[in-house]
């Protein structure tokens, strides 16, 4: 079945770069999603990528896709406090159901 | 605009009682979904709804039940509330159905956490 697979926390230390991994199952998904949910909020889009892509840069945010191994990353460079937060890869899956991993608690230490 | 509002943001229910968490968007969306996500778990999809009028299940829709008489608003019903229901629930809206083309970025309401003693 439909399944999305993140470990659950990483910690880091103020400057260095993260990065957060995820597995999927359904090689037919059309786009691969990182949402970023704050302490007490709701979650929010932070990138995405098309499938026919290998990597997309945005600032300091890198995603990368591998498409062979149904493997999403995420790498956030330059780690700032701010960017603590838990951070959600998700996939279109069958009839367009959005399918969330677990989460990944990111804890960024000053 | 307000964008995805979600009302109330607390509540605790004893097991049995019933209520209704209620979302409403002002972007015009067509698609509304409610999730609830706990621990470990991530998000799970309960109800959504393509359009006014159309509602249809999710992956956990057992003990909810949903209508969407408006585009603006879709209320989440708790028939009668037991305590494997403790959960923070999301209500979250976009412009086209997730399945359609495009990105259909989702917007999301803060929560409500519920709380079923």
């Known amino acids: 079945g439909e399944d999305v697979e993140q470990s659950l926390f990483l910690s880091v230390r103020e400057g260095d770069s993260s990065v957060i991994n995820c597995t999927y199952t359904?090689?037919?998904?059309?786009?691969l999603y990182w949402y970023k949910q704050e302490p007490g909020a709701g979650l929010q889009l932070l990138t995405y990528i098309f499938s026919n892509m290998d990597m997309k840069q945005d600032q300091r945010l890198t995603v990368l896709l591998n498409k062979k191994d149904k493997h999403l990353s995420l790498r956030i460079a330059d780690t700032q406090t701010g960017d603590s937060a838990i951070y959600f890869c998700a996939e279109k899956g069958q009839g367009g159901k959005l399918i969330f991993g677990q989460g990944t608690e990111l804890s960024v230490k000053p | 605009n307000a964008g995805v509002t979600q009302t109330p943001k607390f509540q605790v229910l004893k097991t049995g009682q019933s209520m209704t968490l209620q979302c409403a968007q002002d972007m015009n969306h067509e698609y509304m979904s409610w999730y609830r996500q706990d621990p470990g778990m991530g998000l799970r999809l309960i109800h959504y709804?393509?359009?006014?009028?159309?509602?249809d299940q999710g992956e956990v829709p057992n003990g909810y039940n949903v209508s969407r008489s408006t585009t603006e608003d879709f209320p989440l019903r708790l028939l009668s509330a037991a305590p494997s229901q403790t959960s923070v629930y999301f209500c979250?809206?976009?412009?086209?159905?997730?399945?359609?083309?495009?990105?259909?970025?989702?917007?999301f309401g803060p929560g409500t956490r519920l709380t079923v003693l």
């Open positions: 709804s393509v359009g006014a009028g159309i509602t």
């Open positions: 359904d090689s037919s998904s059309t786009y």
């Open positions: 979250a809206s976009s412009y086209g159905h997730v399945g359609t083309s495009g990105v259909n970025e989702q917007f």
